[in-house]
C-alpha cells in the first residue's frame, strides 16, 4: 500500500512540475500579436504613384516597403508596441512627406506626394451663376509675375481665362515663368474631382506674357465648387 501511495505522488508532482512550462510556452507563441499598416501613395492630382519607398521606424526597429503599380502600400509583421511610429514617403521628383503616428492592427494611412516642379497651386470657390475675377502675385526675386483668373459660369458650365504678365521694378532684371504643364481640376464640397483638363506646351506653355482659357464642367446639384490650378514648370 506504502509502494502503491508513492509512486502515485512521485507522479502526480512531475505532472505539476512538467506541463505547466509547456502550456506557457503555448500561450505565448498563440498570443504574440503584430501590427500592420496600409494605403494609398498619390500625386496632387490624386494619381496613384508606384515604386514609391514607405520608411518605418521607431527606436530601433526599422522597416520598409513600396507602392505597387496601383499605388498600394502594406506592410505587415510589424512589432506591436507602445510607439510613435515615423513614416516617410519617397519618390523621386516628388517631395518627401511624412507623419508619425502609432500603428495598431491594420492602421490605415494615405500620402499625398507634391512634385518638385509644381510652382503654384491656387484654389479658388466659386458659386454657381456668380462671375469672379481672382488675382494671384508670386514674387521671384526682386520681379513679380502676376496671375489673373477670370470666371464666368452658369449651372452647368464655367469659363476660365487665365492671364499671366510679369512686373518688373525700374533697374532690375526681368524674371520670366517658364510653364511646362497646367493642370485644372474642378472638385465639389465634397473634394471630389468631377472634372480635370490639362494643357501642355513643347518644352514650355508659356513664358513672359501669356493669356489662354478653357471651359470647365461644374458638379450638379451643388451651390458652389472649387476650382484647383496647378502651375508645373520653374520661375528663370
Not at 472638385?187 to 513643347?202: Q, R, S, V
Not at 493669356?211 to 472649387?226: F, N, R
Amino acid at each position: 500500500m506504502r509502494k502503491t501511495y508513492s509512486i502515485i505522488l512521485i507522479t502526480f508532482f512531475v505532472s505539476i512540475l512538467i506541463f505547466p512550462s509547456i502550456i506557457c510556452e503555448r500561450i505565448t507563441i498563440e498570443n504574440e500579436d503584430t501590427a500592420s499598416i496600409s494605403g494609398y501613395v498619390y500625386d496632387i492630382e490624386m494619381t496613384t504613384i508606384d515604386g514609391a519607398r514607405v520608411s518605418l521606424s521607431c527606436g530601433e526597429e526599422s522597416f520598409e516597403c513600396y507602392s505597387d503599380e496601383t499605388g498600394y502600400y502594406h506592410k505587415e509583421d510589424l512589432p506591436l508596441i507602445f510607439c510613435i511610429w515615423n513614416i516617410t514617403v519617397f519618390k523621386q521628383d516628388y517631395k518627401t512627406t511624412y507623419v508619425d503616428m502609432p500603428i495598431t492592427e491594420n492602421s490605415k494611412c494615405d500620402f499625398t506626394l507634391i512634385p518638385l516642379n509644381l510652382v503654384e497651386m491656387e484654389e479658388i470657390e466659386i458659386q454657381n451663376k456668380i462671375n469672379i475675377k481672382y488675382n494671384r502675385d508670386k514674387t521671384i526675386g526682386n520681379g513679380v509675375v502676376k496671375g489673373h483668373f477670370f470666371i464666368i459660369n452658369n449651372d452647368k458650365k464655367a469659363l476660365l481665362t487665365m492671364v499671366f504678365f510679369k512686373y518688373v521694378p525700374p533697374g532690375y532684371a526681368a524674371f520670366d515663368l517658364i510653364c511646362e504643364k497646367l493642370t485644372i481640376m474642378v472638385k465639389n464640397p465634397l473634394n471630389e474631382t468631377i472634372y480635370k483638363c490639362t494643357l501642355e506646351g513643347e518644352g514650355m506653355l508659356f513664358s513672359n506674357n501669356w493669356i489662354g482659357s478653357t471651359t470647365l464642367l461644374l458638379p450638379d446639384h451643388y451651390d458652389y465648387s472649387m476650382i484647383n490650378i496647378l502651375i508645373y514648370g520653374n520661375y528663370e
